[in-house]
């Protein structure tokens, strides 16, 4: 007899009859559980007393092998070795980022031999796995949680850039041609980011997967500042931005000639939070006003009735990076600002 208790009066008593001195009960234990057990002998005359209980505890979790407890450079595809359990029809595991488990699922291994088996994870990060086994009638309790961190990816070098040049000033607007080197990746593909600002916020042109060392982009506006960076893309590897080069195109030929320097038009208060001003040279009379958000899209036009002063009301943008464009009888100039 084998039961859970040592009184054999348990519903998980099991009994059996062998002519042999060693009995296989079948079945499945439950986990973790002391049961007791006990024999007697039978023949035609007579029946002995009941043996000494001896008792044993089942098996009560699974033991993780590999990788080691707290290992380092683990490669982004490692083998999860672990213990398996005798009469287990299955297992769970975890295996997440996240040390509590909190939005993961286990994933279920059908098989009391599938315990050794290769998973996919990320580079350079730290994962946390536990197991338990199951059967028909019970589950066990999760193992201890192991953590294993991996390797950092590969890296291959960013790319060049060429021209425009760092801090160059009077580049052509209109269709301006960027240019790079790959630094010695072979059979790469690129992107390409250009923006009014440093941070790249406020992109003006992405492009993904160039298949070239080469961009030229169209509508490259007059007198602004541009900032422009290039990554590259090998396989699975990705690499660093490159250095952020900056660039101010010029005024139109027409313009320059015609109308005084930039910095005699006035924009003021810069920051601004309500009203926007606007002071032209007495030579450049102001005929239209266009505000636009720093990607190019308008958000206000109108004309002007070709005075030397104007103002908008800006209260209702969001704060932000504006481009104020101030048409004149002799061309058209962009200024920048920032509303609070």
Known sequence: E?????NFNSP???????????????????FNKWYYWRFKGVNSYDTSNWSDTWTFQSTTNVYQFQPANKS????NKPLLDFGGISGATGYQYFLSTDSSFKNDKPVNVIGQ??????????????????????????????????????????????PNLTSPKNNAINVPPGKVTFTWNANGVTAGIFDFQLAYTNDFSTTVVSGE????TSAAINGIKENLEYFWRVRTHKDTLVSQWSTVYKFTTAQSVGFA?????????KIYPNPATQILYIASPENALV?????????????YSENNNQTNFTSINIEKLKPGIYIIGIRTNNGLIYKRFVKQ
């Open 72 to 75: 380092v450079n683990i490669s």
């Open 12 to 30: 998980a008593l099991r009994t059996d009859t062998s002519s042999e001195t060693t009995v296989d009960p079948g079945g499945e234990f439950y």
């Open 287 to 299: 005929q239209q006003i266009i505000l636009q958000q720093m990607n190019g899209k308008i958000l």
């Open 113 to 158: 031999a599938n315990t050794r088996f290769i998973v996919n994870v990320m580079y350079g990060a730290t994962y946390y796995w536990k197991v338990r086994a199951y059967h028909a009638k019970d589950t066990s309790t999760w193992s201890a949680t192991w953590t294993f961190t991996t390797k950092n990816a590969p890296v291959i070098a960013s």
């Open 257 to 265: 000639d015609e109308v005084a320097a930039q910095n005699d038009f």
């Open 209 to 212: 997967n160039l298949p070239n």
């Open 2 to 6: 084998i039961d859970t208790t040592a």
